[in-house]
Nanobody
Framework: QVQLVESGGGLVHTGGSLKLSCTASGSIGSITIMQWHRQAPGNQRELVAS???????EYPDSLKGRFTISRDVAKNTMYLQMHSLKPEDTGIYYC???????????????WGQGTQVTISS
């Protein structure tokens, strides 16, 4: 089992920055891909960023240049640095793992409980 705990959310003004963290505990050595998603009120959950175990990152075109995902394997922690924040970035941000093979079975995906990000205009 893997537990994911997000932190770092809060209230910032338009144009501000936030850095979210996602700390993983449990058997995480075989996790291949970790992701950040977000969900705004009334909207579907959407993918914000992905990072592979070897550091390959992907973003939706709409977020490239403003959001940066990173991963500290030694600290079992993933980050999302967000700059130039806009009111439409408001939502609950979740971290997750992909489904992965741990050598004997498939596990995941796993999700954290989310952290609220609110951007005031």
């Amino acid at each position: 089992q893997v537990q994911l705990v997000e932190s770092g959310g809060g209230l910032v003004h338009t144009g501000g920055s936030l850095k979210l963290s996602c700390t993983a505990s449990g058997s995480i050595g075989s996790i291949t891909i970790m992701q950040w998603h977000r969900q705004a009120p009334g909207n579907q959950r959407e993918l914000v960023a992905s990072i592979s175990r070897d550091g390959f990152t992907e973003y939706p075109d709409s977020l490239k240049g403003r959001f940066t995902i990173s991963r500290d394997v030694a600290k079992n922690t993933m980050y999302l640095q967000m700059h130039s924040l806009k009111p439409e970035d408001t939502g609950i941000y979740y971290c997750s793992t992909s489904r992965y093979w741990d050598g004997s079975r498939y596990l995941g995906p796993y999700w954290g409980q989310g952290t609220q990000v609110t951007i005031s205009s």
